[in-house]
C-alpha cells in the first residue's frame, strides 16, 4: 500500500503539458494622415500595422521600392510574452507595381508609436532577406519573433527595404482602395509554458481512493 501511495502522489504532481496555440495579426495601413502623402515626418501612428514611406514623407502604400520608398510596421506581442515560438510567418500581396526586388526585412525593437525610419536601424532581433514578386509573398520570422519574445518586448518593429523599383500596393482610400488591401499578416504558432506540480483530476480521484483503503486496513488491524 505504500508503495501504491508514493506511486499516486508522484501522479498527482506530474508537470502538465505544454498548450500549443496560434495567434493571426492583421497588420493594416495605420497612417492617420487624410491625403496620399504627409511630410509631417515628426508623426507617429498607434496600434498593431504599417505605414508607407518616401523620402522626407509618409504615403499611404505598402512599398518594396529601393531607395525611393520603403515600409515599416509595428506588432504588439504582449500576448507572446513567456511562450515558446514554434513558427512565425510574415505575408502581404503586392498589386500595383511591375517588377520583383531583393528584400531586407530589419527587425528592431518599438514602443506602440510607429515613427518615420526611413534608413534601416541595427537589426536588434535580426535580419531577413529574401526576394518580393507581384502577387503573394511570405517570410520566415520565426527567429526574429523569439528573439524578440526572449528579450521580453512588448512591441516588435519591421523595416522593409528593397534593392530596386518597382513593387507597392496601395492603400489610399482616395484611389478607392482600403487600409487592407494589402493584406499583411503575422502568423505565430506557439506553446506556453506549462504549469508546474499541477494534479490531474483522475490522479487525484486515485490518490483519494488509496487514502480511504488505507484507513480501512488500519481501522481492520486495530479491531
Known amino acids: 500500500m505504500k508503495t501504491l501511495l508514493c506511486a499516486l502522489a508522484l501522479g498527482a504532481t506530474m508537470i502538465a503539458p505544454a498548450s500549443a496555440a496560434v495567434m493571426n495579426y492583421t497588420l493594416e495601413d495605420i497612417g492617420t494622415f487624410s491625403d496620399y502623402t504627409s511630410s509631417g515626418t515628426g ?6 500595422g504599417f505605414v508607407g514611406m518616401y523620402d522626407g514623407a509618409f504615403g499611404h502604400l ?9 515600409t515599416i510596421a509595428q506588432i504588439d506581442i ?5 511562450a515558446t515560438i514554434n513558427s512565425a510567418t510574415l505575408s502581404f500581396v503586392l498589386l500595383d507595381g511591375n517588377d520583383s526586388t531583393a528584400l531586407t526585412i530589419t527587425s528592431y525593437a518599438g514602443d506602440g508609436a510607429l515613427g518615420y525610419q526611413f534608413t534601416a536601424p541595427t537589426a536588434d532581433y535580426g535580419t531577413v532577406i529574401d526576394t518580393a514578386a507581384m502577387g503573394s509573398n ?3 520570422l520565426t527567429a526574429i519573433v523569439a528573439n524578440a519574445v ?4 512588448d512591441w516588435l518593429n519591421l523595416h522593409l527595404e528593397g534593392a530596386t523599383c518597382c513593387a507597392w500596393t496601395y492603400t489610399y482610400d482616395g484611389y478607392g482602395y482600403d487600409a487592407d488591401r494589402a493584406q499583411m499578416r503575422l502568423s505565430v504558432t506557439y506553446n506556453t509554458d506549462p504549469a508546474t506540480d ?3 483530476p483522475a490522479t487525484i480521484g486515485l490518490l483519494g481512493a488509496g487514502l480511504a483503503g488505507l484507513g480501512l486496513m488500519r481501522r481492520r488491524r486495530a479491531a
Not at 64 to 70: H, L, N, Q, V
Not at 78 to 82: K, N, V
Not at 150 to 153: F, L, P, R, T
Open 198 to 200: 499541477v494534479p490531474e
Open 150 to 153: 526572449a528579450a521580453g518586448e
Open 78 to 82: 504582449t500576448d507572446l510574452a513567456g
Open 43 to 48: 508623426d507617429t501612428f498607434s496600434g498593431t
Open 138 to 140: 511570405s517570410y520566415d
Open 62 to 70: 505598402l512599398t518594396i521600392e529601393g531607395s525611393s520608398a520603403k
